[in-house]
T-cell receptor, first 115, second 114 residues
């Protein structure tokens, strides 16, 4: 069974540009999470989607946004890129809400470098 | 506020020895505590998790203990092997409300020397 898949794996963008990152959850999983892992800052919660709706977002500016499609895949959009947006962006999925006994599984991430 | 403290930040052990990583959390309502292993250039891999209704869980060489009163939980790896070398992250769910959010510790770099 395929795990959480993310694309692209690496990309370089210029400050001020926009980027879209994509995520396919494990088959059957309806919840998708996005985390940012900047160097030395650990994993920071960005967004949570469940059944096509945004359920929660972390403490990030509005230029970070996303959506979840009917097939439960998701994309993360970052507008007006800043140098400090350089990080590993991780997508994760779970069968349902993890507080109901489900486990969260991460993908390999998308490395974003902003120059 | 929501916070998870993880110690130590680095840990070096000899192959075959045990390794222990400790985490404390601030939210007494947290009830889900996963541990992830992250190898260089890869995403975090779940290695074990525990919920608040259980005090200890074991899976082969890996065990996790939870002390809800003291608000801390620990990862124990026995008979360490060089392939256990990686960064380990603990995490805690944020409160009992359904936020979908995990709060992560800062990570522990484990080095197992052959």
């Amino acid at each position: 069974e395929a795990g959480v898949t993310q694309s692209p794996t690496h990309l370089i963008k210029t400050r001020g540009q926009q980027v879209t990152l994509r995520c396919s959850p494990i088959s059957g999983h309806t919840s998708v999470y996005w985390y940012q892992q900047a160097l030395g800052l650990g994993l920071q919660f960005l967004l949570w989607y469940d059944e096509g709706e945004e359920r929660n977002r972390g403490n990030f500016p509005p230029r970070f946004s996303g959506r979840q499609f009917p097939n439960y895949s998701s994309e993360l959009n970052v507008n007006a890129l800043e140098l400090e947006d350089s990080a590993l962006y991780l997508c994760a999925s779970s069968l349902g809400e993890f507080l109901f006994g489900n486990t969260i599984y991460f993908g390999e991430g998308s490395w974003l470098t902003v120059v | 506020g929501e916070n998870v403290e993880q110690h130590p930040s680095t840990l070096s052990v000899q192959e075959g020895d045990s390794a222990v990583i400790k985490c404390t959390y601030s939210d007494s309502a947290s009830n889900y505590f996963p541990w992830y292993k992250q190898e260089l250039g890869k995403g975090p891999q779940l290695i074990i998790d525990i919920r608040s209704n259980v005090g200890e869980k074991k899976d082969q060489r890996i065990a996790v203990t939870l002390n809800k009163t003291a608000k801390h939980f620990s990862l124990h790896i026995t008979e360490t092997q060089p392939e256990d070398s990686a960064v380990y992250f603990c995490a805690a769910s944020m409160s009992s409300s359904n936020t979908g959010k995990l709060i992560f510790g800062q990570g522990t770099t484990l080095q197992v020397k052959p």
